[in-house]
């Protein structure tokens, strides 16, 4: 982190992480002072350099750039109480000023206009930005807003105005105009009622996605990922903290509590959050609802594991270099990684990240300040925990790394067709790997026809419960379902393996079907195979193994790794193994045990499986067991303790 100077690390209040809040307010200073020199005139717009511009165009994405520093700029002052020895808010303060005075609908900022914001009613993205905004402002009222004179409030009020239309996006978009509403009925400035009818419809929306055990869909009907957290929950709760609405706080703080019992167990003891879902080049916000639980005091972490698990976050990006030898944060997850980048995003758009910074709110006599760290709740031993709702099996072991095994979240539209998301249609995801998006998919099971691998398509949950998560697809290719065709599909876990199984029911006779396990990638990648097993093994940044298994058990007749030359987000370049088969005259049944951790290449002691038709037998190695039985669009799961 060259361009990041910062204190001491203090071992024993932060034995896991050696980081405190005075490392916190370092990180948020440098990244504050590293945008400074891209502000245009009156600090109005923020044109940070590298990459494409967002399909929305320059000014936007200088939009962007003001509006999502602002709200670091906010969280960095009112956690100081109003202190702002470097003249944050005076430097926006004179933006907003500027930039609401005319807004354009002009989306380029070269040879013209370098200081107006685009019009929201014209630049929806700019709903988006209006939004943080508006909790900025509410934030720093007393230091910024209310030393505003009245021309000034009332073109920024004119500027917001067409935010509080219906969100043009049917999914958390709806929190953006009630963000918006909210600011202008607390300020006085709600005329005709219209603002508290936007903050009212906007948590009225998602109410209808909350499907209880703290989770939403986001729009779409099994849309699930790190928005329920730094979004979804977020935005309601920081408006009920701000406007001290008791009953918003007792509706919205348990639902986050609940949340947080999964969301706490997906982060990696290096600190990586699970990599899924769209719009990772927002990192560190996932650590955003941890905060959120201890600003408000509903959440089930203790104040030194809250910590623990942010500050983990934080250091696994900036030890990974996330920033940049100019101190701005790339289009990436470590560095630039092009593939994972949304058409929605612009050179400024990581810096919403900036909202993993929201326990600056909390003094810095706050016990979660104070407190020594402890360890995270996947840190202590092996844990499985299943999360219904989602048709999540998150799955840690004592090395570090979680896994998150998903039957339950598609992203696709309740009204289209689109083709499977890497960030989303995977059997699995992990703190450690990342998706495949040039080359043989990971994690995934499909029929292969015409040289052509079936997908996913929606994923229909059928359960989850100790150890184990179940689901039905009809596969497709080219965006038709196979017909006839059914795939139904269980995981059973045990330590660090997991045994895959997948009834496949109407294909023709001799359909080649293909199984692939975890994509590993960092310096050194190699492969080999031994019998029916394939290993794929990485270096990863830190200097350590990684290491990706995948043994037949039943009805796969090959084995054999097969190189990425472009890697993944994780690293440059990678390896996958890949199980090979193909159906029988009935329902074929397909049995795997894949493996992702730590250690050098090894086999699988103390882990019996065996197929019995269509049931499947596993003894672990605590000596309990497991007995799935597959039938079409059912699974049946019975976990029989040890002695």
Request: proline share 9%; charged share 20%.
């Amino acid at each position: 982190m060259p361009s990041i100077e910062l204190p001491p690390e203090d071992r024993t209040l932060s034995p896991y992480t050696g980081w405190t809040r005075a490392h916190w307010e370092a990180v948020a200073d440098a990244l504050l002072a590293a945008v400074r020199p891209h502000a245009g005139p009156d600090h109005a717009l923020l044109d940070l350099p590298g990459g494409r511009p967002s399909r929305s165009g320059r000014r936007s994405d200088a939009l962007e750039g003001y509006a999502r520093t602002f709200l670091l700029a906010a969280f960095r002052v009112a956690g100081a109480g109003g202190e702002d020895p470097a003249g944050l808010l005076r430097d926006y303060a004179r933006g907003l000023a500027a930039g609401t005075r005319a807004p354009t609908a002009e989306r380029d900022l070269a040879d013209g206009d370098q200081v107006s914001w685009p019009d929201i009613a014209t630049c929806p993205q700019a709903l988006v930005e209006a939004a943080s905004i508006a909790v900025a402002l509410r934030l720093t009222r007393p230091w910024l807003w209310d030393t505003l004179d009245e021309p000034t409030r009332e073109q920024v009020r004119a500027w917001l105005a067409p935010g509080l239309r219906p969100s043009p996006v049917d999914n958390n978009w709806w929190l953006f105009p009630a963000m918006v509403g909210a600011f202008l009925a607390e300020v006085g400035l709600d005329h005709d009622g219209s603002a508290q009818r936007a903050a009212d419809r906007g948590l009225e929306r998602i109410e209808q996605w909350y499907l209880g055990d703290g989770w939403y869909t986001d729009g779409r009907p099994r849309a699930f990922d790190h928005y329920n957290g730094w979004a979804l929950h977020l935005y309601p709760l920081l408006h009920a903290h701000l406007s001290g609405d008791q009953h918003l706080l007792d509706t919205y703080g348990p639902r986050l509590a609940a949340h947080l019992e999964g969301h706490a167990r997906t982060f990696g003891a290096d600190g990586a959050p699970m990599h899924q879902g769209r719009s990772l080049i927002y990192r560190f916000a996932a650590a955003a609802p941890l905060w959120a639980g201890a600003l408000t005091g509903h959440t089930p972490l203790t104040p030194g594991a809250t910590r623990r698990i942010a500050s983990g976050a934080l250091r696994y990006f900036l030890d990974g270099g996330a920033v940049d030898a100019d101190g701005l944060l790339a289009l990436g997850w470590f560095g630039p990684f092009d593939p994972m980048v949304q058409t929605y995003s612009g050179p400024a758009s990581p810096y919403w990240a900036n909202k993993g910074f929201l326990g600056l709110l909390l003094p810095d006599r706050h016990p979660v300040w104070t407190a020594t760290e402890e360890p995270g709740p996947t840190e202590a031993a092996d844990a499985v925990l299943a999360l219904p709702q989602p048709g999540w099996l998150v799955h840690s072991t004592a090395d570090g790394l979680v896994r998150l095994h998903n039957h339950g979240s598609d992203d696709q539209p309740a009204d289209q067709v689109l083709p499977d998301n890497p960030l989303y249609a995977r059997l699995a995801h992990s703190t450690a790997t990342g998706p495949v998006f040039e080359g043989p998919p990971d994690n995934h099971f499909g029929l292969v026809i015409g040289g052509r691998t079936s997908e996913r398509g929606r994923i229909h949950p059928l359960g989850t419960g100790d150890g184990w998560a179940a689901s039905l697809h009809h596969p497709r290719i080219e965006g038709r379902e196979l017909p006839g065709v059914t795939v139904t599909s269980v995981v059973l876990v045990s330590g660090s393996d997991e045994i895959h199984a997948h009834l496949v029911t109407g294909a023709e006779p001799g359909t080649e079907v293909r199984h692939s396990g975890w994509a590993v990638a960092g310096a050194g990648a190699e492969t080999r195979t031994a019998g029916p097993l394939a290993h794929c093994c990485a270096t990863d940044r830190r200097g350590g193994h990684l290491t990706s298994t995948l043994r037949n058990v039943d009805g796969f007749t090959a084995v054999a790794p097969h190189r990425l030359p472009t890697g993944t987000a994780l690293g440059p370049v990678g390896a996958v193994p890949v199980l090979t088969g193909s159906t029988g005259r009935a329902a074929s049944l397909f049995v795997s045990v894949s493996r992702l951790d730590r250690t050098a290449p090894r086999s699988f002691p103390g882990l019996d499986v065996h197929t019995d038709g269509p049931r499947l037998r596993v003894r672990r190695t605590d000596g309990s067991r497991y007995e799935a039985v597959l039938t079409p669009g059912q699974v049946t799961v019975t976990v029989h303790p040890g002695a």
